[in-house]
């Protein structure tokens, strides 16, 4: 199985896909934005203060070193 995504240039188009979908053919399938993405996997982590961003910069920056030194 393949997944491919459309732009579709024609109204026409669209029709066609559903008909398609319709004779079982091919499966539409609802995509969600990179913000919906987001929203749901940050609220899924927890809710921590005690991390700052200098932190995750620091835990970056220490990670970076460590791959140039290896």
Do not use: G
């Amino acid at each position: 199985m393949d997944t491919l995504t459309i732009e579709l240039k024609n109204p026409n188009a669209k029709k066609l896909i559903e008909d398609l979908a319709d004779l079982d053919l091919i499966s539409i399938l609802k995509t969600s934005s990179w913000l919906e993405r987001w929203q749901k996997l940050s609220a899924s982590l927890p809710d921590v203060s005690d991390i700052t961003e200098d932190d995750v910069l620091d835990e970056i920056r220490a990670y970076r070193n460590e791959k140039n030194n290896s």
